[in-house]
C-alpha cells in the first residue's frame, strides 16, 4: 500500500476549506475583465471604476447568479473601453500636485526644515558650528588662493607679456634656471624678430636707496626707500600703471627722471603736487644726483610681482654708465630682468623654437669665450609668481604645490564638516522613519521627500553661511597676519565672489544633504508606522566608513603638520658653517657712506663689546649675483666651471666664523693677498678634482677679453650654506677688494644687552654720516627670510589643522551623544547590575575609537609618502622619524577619547532609577 504524504505531495485538502476558497473565487470578477479595466480606463477614474463595477458585480451574483454576473461584468468593461468611450488622456477631476519646485513647495520645505532644526536644537547647533568653520575655512583660503593666482593678470597686454628666462651650462653641468639675462637680449631679440612689439629691461640696484628732498626754507627730508626700481623708458608700454600725474609713455625718457608711487609722493611732499619736483637719489642707481619727478602712480589693490616704489631710468647710475660706455657683452653680467611684449594671438612655441638659431648667431662668441652654453626661453608673466624654479622674480615666488595643499585643507575641512551632517542625520534615522512613513501613506512620493529633507540641509547650510560670511570678515585682520596677505572687506563683498561663496554653500548643503535625503526618502511605510524600523547594517557601516575618513583627513594634517615644523626648526637650527648669532649687517646705501667705511670700522672697534667687523659685498641669506668661470691650468676654458665669488675685507672670514680646513686665511700681514689670492670652500676642490692635501698654492684660471688671469689658492674653508637648504652648496671664492668699497660691514658682537650696543653703533653712524639714516639687520635673520614660503604655508598648515581636528571632533561629539541617548536604559540596567563608571565609559567609547585607530592605520602612509614628496623640494632635509606617527596618533586618541567621554562620563553617571522610571 503506497505511503500517503501531506500537502503538495498527495493529501487532499480539507473540504471545508475548499468550499471557502471557492466562495472567494465566485465573489471575484474574471480577473480579464479587471485587468483591461486597469489598462484602459481613463486617467484619474481607474478606482472609482473598479469600486463601482465591484459593488454591481456583488449585486448581480445574488440577482442572476454567478454566471450571468460574470457575463454582465465583462460587458460592462468592453462598454468602456469601446473605441468612442472617454479619451485616456482626456481632462479628469483628480487632484494634482503642485511642481516638487514650485514656490509653495519650497516655502513648504522650509517651514518643515526650520520646524525640525528647532526641535533638535542639540543636534542642529552641532551641525551648524561645523558648517559655519567649514565654511569660514574655504571663504578664507579661497581667497588667499585667489590673491596667489591673481598675480599680473590686471596688465593691459597681460597675455602677451613674457620674461626671458636662461639656463647656463658649464662643461657637462647644466645649471639652474634664471630670471635675469645679460643687458643686449632684449634689444637684440626686438630687432631680429617682428613677433616682439616692445621690450622692457628691469634691474635691481639696490635694495635701498636714499630720497632726499632739499627745499629753500624747508628742513631736509631725508630716508631710505624699497623696491625702486632702473628700467627702459618702454615698460610702461608693456605694464599698465594707473597714473595721477604725467604721461606714463614719456615719463623716463630723460635719464635724471623719476616716477613715484602715490605713497613716496606723499611722504616727499605732502598733499602738494609732485609733478615737476627734484628728489636727491643716493646709492648706486641715483648717485646722490637731483631727480625731476615726471610722474605719479597709484598703487594697485591688485597683485603685481613688480611692487614698485619709485621707478628711475636704466640709464642712470652705475647701471646706465655701465650700458653706455662698458660695452656689455651676451655672456657676461646677467642681472637684467627682460620683458617682452608680443604681437597678439603670436605662436608662443614657435618664437621660441627660434632662440636657439638666435644664441648662435648673436651670442655664441661671447659665451665661447668664458666656456658656457647658455639656453633661452619664455614664461608667461602672470605664471611668474607662481614659477617655482625662480625663487624670485624681484619679489620671492610661491610654489604651485603650496597653493594645492592649502586648497586641500580647504576642501577636507568642509568635507569633513558635510561628513557631520550626513553621520548625524542617519544616526538620527530613527526619530524621521514615522514621519516618512505618514508621508508617503499621505500621498508623497520619493522625489519630494528627497527635496524636504535637502530644503532642512540647504536652510541649515544658509544659516551657517550667513553665520560664516560674519565671521570671515572679523577674523580677516587675524588671517592677514597669519598669511601676511593685506586682504580687505571689500573683497568679501565683491559681486563675483559672494556668488561663489553661495554657490560654495549651496553646493555644500546638497552633498550635505544627499545621502541623507535619499537614505529617509527610501524608507517603507508599513515597516515604519508598525514600529519595526532598524537602522540598516549598510547605513551603519557607511557612517563608520565617514567617521574613519574624517580622522584620516585630520590625522594625515597632523602628521602633515608635524614634519613641516620640523623641517622648519631644522631649517632654523641646523649648522650653516659660519656664527650666525650676534651677526649685525649695516648697509652703506650711497657712494658717500662707502668713502666712510674705513672711519666707521676703526670707531666701531673701540667699544670692548665688538668683537670684530669687517666690509663684504654680499653675506650669507642674501642674493649673491658675482661670479666667475674659472678652469685648471691643465684645462680649456670650455672645460670650466662657474663659482660664486665675493669681494671681502681682510678681516671679513674670521668675523663670519668660517672654519679654515687648509692653509690661512687672508691677513694684513700679507698685503699681497691683494694680488689674485682666493680662499675657497671644498665644493670648489671637488668640482676640479683638487685633492685637499695638495690645494694650497694651486691655481685656477680666468680667461677675460683674451686673457688668462691666474688666481692662486691660500686656504681652504668648510663647506657653509651662502644659500638657503633648498640649493645644495656649490663652488665659492673669497678674493679681495682692492680698495675698501663695500654694500655692508658685519659687526660681530659679544653682549646680552643688543639695544645697548645699537644705540653706540647709530651714534658712531650720525657722527660721520648725519644726513643719512642709521639701518641694520641681524644676519640670523636674513638667512631665515629665504624660507618666508615654507613658514607662511606652515603657518596655515598649522592653524587649519587645529580647525580640522576640532570640527571632527563636534562630529564625533554628536554621534557619541546620541549613541548615549539610544542605551540609556541599557546603561541603567548595567548600573543596577553593578557596572562601574569606568567600564560604562569604556564600553561607549570602545567603538569609536576602534575607528580612529583604522583612521591613524591609513592615514600614517598616505601622510609620510605626502610629506616625503614635499621635503625633496629641500636639498638638506629631515628624515621623517617613527615618532611622528605615535605621536600623531596619540594625539588624535586621546581628543577622540576627550570627546566621547564628555557624553559618556554623563551618560555614566545618570542616576539608573531616573532612567529606567521611564520604562
Not at 250 to 256: E, S, V, W
Not at 417 to 442: D, H, P, Q, W
Not at 912 to 919: A, D, M, N, Q, T
Request: proline content about 5%; some cysteine.
Amino acid at each position: 500500500m503506497g505511503r500517503i504524504t501531506k500537502g503538495s505531495k498527495g493529501i487532499p485538502e480539507p473540504a471545508d476549506r475548499r468550499t471557502s476558497l471557492d466562495r472567494h473565487s465566485a465573489r471575484q470578477p474574471p480577473r480579464w475583465a479587471e485587468w483591461l479595466l486597469s489598462q484602459f480606463s481613463p486617467v484619474g477614474l481607474e478606482d472609482e471604476l473598479q469600486g463601482d463595477l465591484q459593488e454591481m458585480y456583488t449585486y448581480w451574483v445574488k440577482m442572476v447568479g454567478l454566471r450571468g454576473a460574470r457575463w454582465r461584468y465583462s460587458l460592462a468593461v468592453l462598454r468602456l473601453i469601446r473605441p468612442f468611450s472617454r479619451s485616456r488622456t482626456g481632462p479628469t477631476q483628480a487632484y494634482s500636485q503642485p511642481p516638487i519646485l514650485s514656490p509653495t513647495m519650497l516655502l513648504n520645505y522650509v517651514k518643515v526644515a526650520w520646524r525640525n532644526l528647532l526641535r533638535s536644537k542639540s543636534f542642529s547647533s552641532i551641525n551648524v558650528l561645523g558648517l559655519t568653520l567649514g565654511l569660514t575655512c574655504c571663504m578664507l583660503l579661497t581667497l588667499y588662493i585667489r590673491s596667489e593666482w591673481s598675480f599680473d593678470t590686471h596688465h593691459q597686454h597681460a597675455r602677451e607679456l613674457y620674461l626671458l628666462g636662461s639656463r647656463s651650462t658649464v662643461g657637462q653641468n647644466a645649471g639652474r634656471e634664471h630670471a635675469a639675462v645679460s643687458a643686449p637680449y632684449g634689444p637684440a631679440l626686438k630687432a631680429e624678430y617682428p613677433e616682439i612689439i616692445q621690450m622692457a629691461r628691469l634691474y635691481m640696484a639696490d635694495e635701498k636707496s636714499l630720497l632726499q628732498v632739499r627745499e629753500q626754507g624747508k628742513p631736509l627730508q631725508s630716508f631710505y626707500e624699497t623696491k625702486g626700481y632702473q628700467v627702459d623708458s618702454t615698460f610702461f608700454d608693456l605694464f599698465t600703471y594707473a597714473f595721477i600725474e604725467g604721461n606714463p609713455h614719456k615719463a623716463l625718457t630723460d635719464p635724471h627722471s623719476v616716477v613715484l608711487s602715490e605713497e613716496v609722493a606723499a611722504k616727499l611732499f605732502g598733499s602738494a603736487s609732485a609733478l615737476g619736483r627734484l628728489v636727491r637719489i643716493g646709492g648706486d642707481a641715483g648717485l646722490s644726483e637731483d631727480f625731476k619727478v615726471t610722474g605719479v602712480y597709484r598703487t594697485s589693490a591688485t597683485n603685481s610681482h613688480i611692487d614698485a616704489r619709485f621707478f628711475l631710468p636704466i640709464y642712470t647710475g652705475d647701471i646706465g654708465h655701465f650700458l653706455r660706455e662698458g660695452h656689455p657683452d651676451f655672456a657676461n653680467n646677467n642681472m637684467f630682468l627682460t620683458y617682452l611684449r608680443l604681437q597678439p594671438n603670436t605662436a608662443v612655441q614657435a618664437l621660441a623654437a627660434k632662440l636657439p638659431a638666435f644664441i648662435e648667431k648673436y651670442a655664441r662668441a661671447d659665451l665661447k669665450l668664458v666656456g658656457f652654453d647658455q639656453q633661452l626661453f619664455l614664461v608667461p608673466v602672470p605664471d611668474l609668481h607662481l614659477y617655482a624654479h625662480f625663487p624670485s622674480v624681484v619679489t620671492p615666488t610661491n610654489s604651485v604645490i603650496y597653493l594645492y595643499m592649502i586648497g586641500s585643507i580647504a576642501l577636507f575641512t568642509l568635507l569633513i564638516a558635510c561628513i557631520n551632517f550626513m553621520n548625524l542625520a542617519t544616526a538620527r534615522s530613527a526619530k524621521r522613519a514615522a514621519e516618512v512613513g505618514v508621508r508617503k501613506v499621505m500621498g508623497a512620493h520619493q522625489g519630494a521627500l528627497v527635496w524636504q529633507f535637502l530644503g532642512e540641509s540647504i536652510v541649515l547650510t544658509f544659516l551657517a553661511f550667513l553665520i560664516a560670511l560674519a565671521l570671515g570678515i572679523l577674523l580677516l585682520p587675524l588671517f592677514n597676519q597669519l598669511t601676511g596677505k593685506a586682504l580687505s572687506i571689500r573683497e568679501f563683498v565683491e559681486p563675483q565672489i559672494l556668488l561663489i561663496f553661495l554657490g560654495m554653500a549651496l553646493l555644500t548643503g546638497l552633498l550635505a544633504g544627499s545621502y541623507p535625503a535619499f537614505y529617509l526618502s527610501l524608507f517603507n511605510p508599513a515597516k515604519v508606522l508598525k514600529g519595526k524600523f532598524t537602522n540598516s547594517l549598510s547605513a551603519v557601516a557607511l557612517r563608520k566608513g565617514l567617521v574613519v575618513f574624517q580622522f584620516v583627513v585630520s590625522v594625515g594634517l597632523v602628521l602633515a603638520s608635524f614634519v613641516i615644523q620640523k623641517q622648519m626648526h631644522y631649517l632654523r637650527d641646523k649648522p650653516l658653517g659660519f656664527t650666525q648669532n650676534q651677526q649685525i649687517a649695516i648697509p652703506f646705501r650711497s657712494g658717500d657712506s662707502r668713502t666712510t667705511y674705513t672711519a666707521f670700522r676703526n670707531e666701531i672697534l673701540q667699544n670692548n663689546q665688538v668683537v670684530s667687523a669687517a666690509g663684504t659685498q654680499f653675506y650669507p641669506g642674501i642674493a649673491n649675483l658675482s661670479d666667475m668661470v674659472f678652469h685648471r691650468p691643465d684645462q680649456s676654458v670650455e672645460q670650466g666651471h662657474d663659482i660664486r665669488t665675493n669681494r671681502v675685507d681682510f678681516e671679513y672670514l674670521q668675523t663670519m666664523g668660517f672654519r679654515l680646513k687648509q692653509g690661512r686665511m687672508f691677513s694684513r700681514q700679507f698685503p699681497g693677498d691683494t694680488a689674485n689670492r682666493i680662499v675657497v670652500n671644498e665644493a670648489t676642490l671637488r668640482q676640479f678634482q683638487i685633492p685637499e692635501t695638495n690645494a694650497i698654492g694651486q691655481h685656477l684660471n680666468f680667461d677675460w677679453q683674451g686673457e688668462t688671469i691666474p688666481f692662486e689658492i691660500v686656504g681652504v674653508v668648510h663647506d657653509f650654506h651662502y644659500e638657503d637648504l633648498h640649493q645644495p652648496i656649490t663652488p665659492y671664492a673669497f678674493m679681495l677688494s682692492r680698495r675698501p668699497s663695500f654694500n655692508y660691514i658685519i659687526v660681530h658682537v659679544n653682549t646680552a644687552d643688543m639695544t645697548n650696543i645699537l644705540g653706540f653703533l647709530e651714534q658712531k653712524w650720525k657722527t660721520l654720516r648725519p644726513d643719512e639714516p642709521f639701518e641694520y639687520t641681524f644676519l640670523n635673520e636674513d638667512f631665515q627670510k629665504n624660507y618666508h614660503a615654507e613658514n607662511r604655508t606652515s603657518r596655515i598648515v598649522r592653524t587649519f589643522t587645529l580647525i580640522s581636528i576640532l570640527i571632527s571632533c563636534l562630529g564625533l561629539f554628536g554621534l557619541a551623544t546620541f549613541s548615549a541617548q539610544q542605551r540609556t536604559k541599557e546603561i541603567g540596567v548595567r548600573k543596577v547590575l553593578g557596572a562601574s563608571v569606568a567600564s560604562i565609559v569604556l564600553l561607549l567609547s570602545k567603538d569609536f575609537l576602534k575607528l580612529v585607530l583604522i583612521a591613524i592605520g591609513i592615514a600614517s602612509p598616505l601622510a609620510w609618502y605626502a610629506m616625503h614628496q614635499w621635503l625633496q623640494i629641500f636639498e638638506y632635509r629631515i628624515a621623517i622619524p617613527w615618532w611622528v606617527f605615535v605621536a600623531a596618533g596619540a594625539l588624535a586618541l586621546v581628543l577622540a577619547f576627550i570627546t566621547i567621554s564628555l557624553q559618556s562620563l554623563k551618560t555614566a553617571l545618570t542616576n539608573p532609577v531616573k532612567s529606567l522610571r521611564s520604562e
